[in-house]
Nanobody, 125 residues
Framework: VQLQASGGGLVPTGGSLRLSCAAS????????IGWFRRAPGKEREAVAC????????RYVDSTKGRFTVSKDNAKKTVFLQMNSLKPDDTAVYYC???????????????????WGQGTLVTVSS
């Protein structure tokens, strides 16, 4: 199983980025995907998650209304559209996967069994 996050970069405050998480060796039909981030000097925190076959997404309060998770099961890719970016969103973003039932979507890192390399997002003030 491999997960590869990409799409990070440098954007000004208020800008947008779309991150991608390309998965191989698993099916998005039976894996939930979580997005997490680690800012400099801070603990890793959840950003959002999306369930397997339902595609239902959940967001932490700080990203609600600004971030949107979507996925293309056939292409085994999950997207994180990030709008209205703030300097506080600066972090390395990671995607993670766990094989669970359709309704599962966790904003806690412990259930996830597979993690990808991160992609750096820098929001300038």
């Amino acid at each position: 199983v491999q997960l590869q996050a990409s799409g990070g970069g440098l954007v000004p405050t208020g800008g947008s980025l779309r991150l991608s998480c390309a998965a191989s060796g698993l099916s998005l039909d039976d894996h939930a995907i979580g997005w997490f981030r680690r800012a400099p000097g801070k603990e890793r925190e959840a950003v959002a998650c999306v369930g397997s076959s339902t595609g239902i997404a959940r967001y932490v309060d700080s990203t609600k209304g600004r971030f949107t998770v979507s996925k293309d099961n056939a292409k085994k890719t999950v997207f994180l559209q990030m709008n209205s970016l703030k300097p506080d969103d600066t972090a390395v973003y990671y995607c993670a996967a766990v094989r669970r039932g359709a309704a599962f979507c966790s904003l806690v890192s412990s259930p996830y069994t597979n993690w990808g390399q991160g992609t750096l997002v820098t929001v300038s003030s």
